[in-house]
């Protein structure tokens, strides 16, 4: 069965740091570039961040970029998003996307939450 | 950046009728770089359709998409109980960056 299980959500302060993890499972992780996308508590979907299959391509939105770093380890199926400097606005569920092409997102994770408070 | 605006914001339905959803972007889109996606209440969104008309593996018949340029269409031919949910339309931008519209949520009546 094909499957991405986010962790390493939490309660963290503003200013601090989270690491998460995505695990894939299924399927060929290393064939596969990936996303992160995130959802504020009763908002839409809004992306994150992408990774090409070999990294070798990192794109960010503006609204994470110098904070958020994303990367992967194709040996350990797995998919990564460093995120410093937290900000209460960063509070949201946090997805992991399969891309099987570029343009769309076609397997998605079940989600970890990560609440930005003081 | 494009902007992509869903309409309506609800729409109330019975089961067994037709569902017509709007995706208007403020400039073109390339229709191979529009998708459609359905998020149930504490679940994570779930492609539909890609390429503006394509079916996702596993997606009933009863699901269609359509539209070109700046319009774009999903439809959902006779709806079933399942199907009520939030619906987004995404597009993949020249820019490299994805963006969603704000979703059209689809109640029963």
């Known amino acids: 069965e094909v499957q991405l299980v986010e962790s390493g959500g939490g309660l963290v302060q503003p200013g601090g740091s989270l690491r998460l993890s995505c695990a894939a499972s299924?399927?060929?992780?290393?064939?596969?570039?990936m996303n992160w996308v995130r959802q504020a508590p009763g908002k839409g979907l809004e992306w994150v961040s992408y990774i090409s299959s070999s990294s070798s391509t990192i794109y960010y939105a503006d609204s994470v970029k110098g904070r958020f770093t994303i990367s992967r380890d194709n040996a350990k199926n797995s998919l990564y998003l460093q995120m410093n400097s937290l900000r209460a606005e960063d509070t949201a569920v946090y997805y992991c996307?399969?891309?099987?092409?570029?343009?769309?997102?076609?397997?998605w994770g079940k989600g970890t939450t990560v609440t930005v408070s003081s | 950046e494009i902007v992509l605006t869903q309409s309506p914001g609800t729409l109330s339905l019975s089961p067994g009728e037709r569902a017509t959803l709007s995706c208007r972007a403020s400039q073109s889109v390339s229709s191979s770089y529009l998708a459609w996606y359905q998020q149930k209440p504490g679940q994570a969104p779930r492609l539909l359709i890609y390429g503006a008309s394509s079916r996702a593996t596993g997606i009933p018949d009863r699901f269609s998409g359509s539209g070109s340029g700046t319009d774009f269409t999903l439809t959902i031919s006779r709806l079933e109980p399942e199907d009520f949910a939030v619906y987004y339309c995404?597009?993949?931008?020249?820019?490299?960056?994805?963006?969603f519209g704000q979703g059209t949520k689809l109640e029963i009546k």
């Open positions: 995404q597009q993949y931008g020249s820019s490299f960056m994805y963006t």
């Open positions: 299924g399927f060929t992780f290393s064939s596969y570039s």
């Open positions: 996307a399969r891309a099987p092409i570029t343009i769309y997102m076609d397997v």
